[in-house]
Structure formats: C-alpha cells, structure tokens
T-cell receptor, first 115, second 112 residues
Framework: GAVVSQHPSWVICKSGTSVKIECRSL??????MFWYRQFPKQSLMLMAT?????????EQGVEKDKFLINHASLTLSTLTVTSAHPEDSSFYIC???????????FGQGTRLTVV | DQQVKQNSPSLSVQEGRISILNCDYT??????FLWYKKYPAEGPTFLIS?????DKNEDGRFTVFLNKSAKHLSLHIVPSQPGDSAVYFC???????????FGKGTRLHILP
C-alpha cells in the first residue's frame, strides 16, 4: 500500500525552542494531509487539515500561531511546534489519503518531548 | 464533544474466542466508518471500513457491523490471536475523503 513517512521518529527539545516535523507521501501525491496529536491513553485528536498550496484548516482550540503547518508540495507537509513547552510533549501523527482517496495512510508518528 | 465514543477502555479475551469491540457515534451525518489498530509508538494501521449504505463488511477474521438507527458499530475478530493485542480505534468521517474523527480507543488483550 501507499507509504507515509514521518521524520523524526522522536525528538527532545528545550523549552522555548521550535521543532519541525516532516510528513512525506513516498509514492503518491497528497493534496491533503492531516495532523493528529495523541496524549497518553487518549484518542488521536485531529489538529488541522493541511492543504497543498493554501492555508491549513485548524480545528477548534488549536493555536494556529503555535502549530505552524506548511504544505509546500504534493508530497510534503510540515508541522512546526513553535516556542515549545512541556505541555506540548505528545505523539504527533500525520496521515494522507492514498491513490484513489479511499484509504487513509498514517505516518509512524513523532514522539516530542519538551524538557 | 466526543462524536465517536468507545466506552470500554480495555477488553480481555481468551485466545481463539471472539473479540467484540464496540463503538457509538453521535453525528448522524457520518457516512463512512473505519477501524484502526495501533501499537505503542506507531501510527494507526487501517483494518476495515464500512460505508453507511451497508450493515456488514467482512475481511478475513475481521467483520464490522453497522447499526445506523442505533448509531452503533462493532468490530468482531474471530478467532482472536495473540498478535491481535493492541489498541483499536473506531473512526468516522462525513465521506471517504474527509477528515477522520477517532474514538478514544479500546485496548485489547488476548490471553493465552
């Protein structure tokens, strides 16, 4: 099946710094990608919908200036956590619909720890 | 407001028996339902889906049942195997290429 790759798999950063997470569709083009966040023992929470060539659509309660999303090409979306704080520590996952748009494929996730 | 609800945080089932995972939803506009399996520190893996025009979809050991009037769906795994131990997420979307809304997940333990 289609492959979605995230990088890095895990990252530790200091409080106040920014972290960029990449999400790539390896063998297909994705005009739309989705970013999710998961806290321990909780659900995958949709943060935003990333649209190629246009602004991302954020879910209610998600800070646009905190979580910057850029979808500059048909195979790459990036999520930048700006001025990270310990409460931003979480598991971030991206997804994209594969060719045909009938099945969502997920990246392997990025574990962010802010110290 | 939780639009997709999985009320059982965990479930233990004997190997070889049937595992039944339940899910309820509140948005009657949902048109497409999915089940994902997830291991720790990994992204979810798609298992099976069902369109709202159907009430059952089967794929090998996995069967999903949809009861639209009750806004309820369930995933049946039979026979259950040790490798089925994971967290299972129920999910829904307004249509097949729309954003996916997840439930909180149910941790399934398959007992030897």
């Amino acid at each position: 099946g289609a492959v979605v790759s995230q990088h890095p798999s895990w990252v530790i950063c200091k409080s106040g710094t920014s972290v960029k997470i990449e999400c790539r569709s390896l063998d297909f083009q994705a005009t739309t990608m989705f970013w999710y966040r998961q806290f321990p023992k909780q659900s995958l929470m949709l943060m935003a919908t990333s649209n190629e060539g246009s602004k991302a659509t954020y879910e209610q309660g998600v800070e646009k200036d905190k979580f910057l999303i850029n979808h500059a090409s048909l195979t790459l979306s990036t999520l930048t956590v700006t001025s990270a704080h310990p409460e931003d520590s979480s598991f971030y996952i991206c997804s994209a619909f594969g060719p045909g748009g009938t099945e969502a494929f997920f990246g392997q996730g990025t574990r962010l720890t802010v110290v | 407001d939780q639009q997709v609800k999985q009320n059982s945080p965990s479930l233990s089932v004997q190997e070889g028996r049937i595992s039944i995972l339940n899910c309820d939803y509140t948005n009657s506009m949902f048109d497409y339902f999915l089940w994902y399996k997830k291991y720790p520190a990994e992204g979810p893996t798609f298992l099976i889906s069902i369109s709202s025009i159907k009430d059952k979809n089967e794929d090998g050991r996995f069967t999903v049942f949809l009861n639209k009037s009750a806004k309820h769906l369930s995933l049946h795994i039979v026979p259950s195997q040790p490798g089925d131990s994971a967290v299972y997420f129920c999910a829904a979307s307004l249509n097949r290429d729309d954003k996916i809304i997840f439930g909180k997940g149910t941790r399934l333990h398959i007992l030897p």
